[in-house]
């Protein structure tokens, strides 16, 4: 990679989904009753857990998503304004089956796979560049938990 070549994307954070109002109704049933069967149990500390968590999930439901940028340049993989050196990645793969994404393994101890949506047209330079920088190459997947939550609706 050329010392002032660099790779730019933007692409938006999640794909948005629109939630009808049967969903939000779902929603409460399911918080209402969770936090009333907690309050009869005396358990009055998970019941506001509860009742917390739903209103966080109603307000991330309705927040419109950002768009992000992407840049790979010769110092390592820039996400918005956060830079994951060459030396900090351990590995990556490059997925081309249905939506093309970009899976790094970083040093990070909560959540060390990050993916991130390319596009089908820079798949082969992405991972050109990955290989010229010496990162080895590890078939990885999108997680079950993020499959399960995108099933759900999320």
Do not use: C
């Not at 390592?76 to 060459?86: E, F, Q, V």
């Not at 900090?88 to 909560?110: A, C, D, G, H, M």
């Amino acid at each position: 990679m050329d010392s002032n070549e660099k790779l730019e994307w933007s692409h938006l954070e999640y794909e948005e989904k629109e939630r009808n109002t049967d969903w939000f109704w779902a929603l409460g049933i399911i918080v209402v009753a969770i936090s009333v069967t907690s309050i009869i149990y005396q358990n009055y500390f998970f019941a506001i857990l509860i009742i917390l968590s739903g209103i966080l999930i109603a307000v991330f439901a309705v927040k419109k998503p950002e768009m992000v940028h992407y840049e790979i340049n010769q110092k390592g993989l820039m996400i918005k304004n956060r830079l994951y050196p060459y030396e900090k990645i351990k590995s990556f793969w490059v997925q081309t089956e249905k939506n093309p994404t970009l899976f790094i393994k970083s040093e990070r101890i909560f959540m060390p796979i990050i993916s991130l949506p390319i596009e089908e047209s820079s798949v082969n330079e992405i991972k050109n560049i990955m290989l010229s920088n010496q990162l080895p190459e590890e078939e990885m997947h999108e997680h079950i938990s993020e499959k399960i939550m995108e099933s759900l609706g999320f």
